[in-house]
């Protein structure tokens, strides 16, 4: 249990290049997530698409466009 100021997070750990997270669906925090992937932190978690929506870009695109379209995963598995 911690109080306020110490809610569960990715953010709270010394996470260094090169680490790989492996995380539950609770720590679906995609500010956190991008802020690690930019330090070469590598986080696995069990999706929850309603708290972290994908959307389709292209692979070297940096920022995410608001206007791209969500990645429709279960029909991207399907084909």
């Known amino acids: 249990m911690?109080?306020?100021e110490g809610a569960e997070s990715l953010?709270?750990?010394p996470w260094?290049?090169?680490?790989i997270v492996l995380a539950d669906?609770?720590?679906?925090?995609?500010q956190?997530?991008?802020?690690?992937?930019a330090r070469q932190v590598w986080v696995v978690v069990r999706l929850m698409?309603?708290?972290?929506?994908l959307y389709l870009r292209e692979i070297d695109?940096?920022?995410h466009d608001p206007a791209a379209l969500r990645l429709d995963v279960a029909a991207h598995l399907r084909a």
């Open 61 to 63: 695109e940096e920022q």
């Open 11 to 13: 953010a709270r750990y």
């Open 25 to 30: 669906r609770g720590y679906n925090q995609p």
């Open 49 to 53: 698409p309603t708290a972290m929506p």
């Open 16 to 19: 260094q290049a090169g680490d």
């Open 2 to 4: 911690t109080g306020v």
């Open 32 to 37: 956190v997530i991008l802020e690690l992937s």
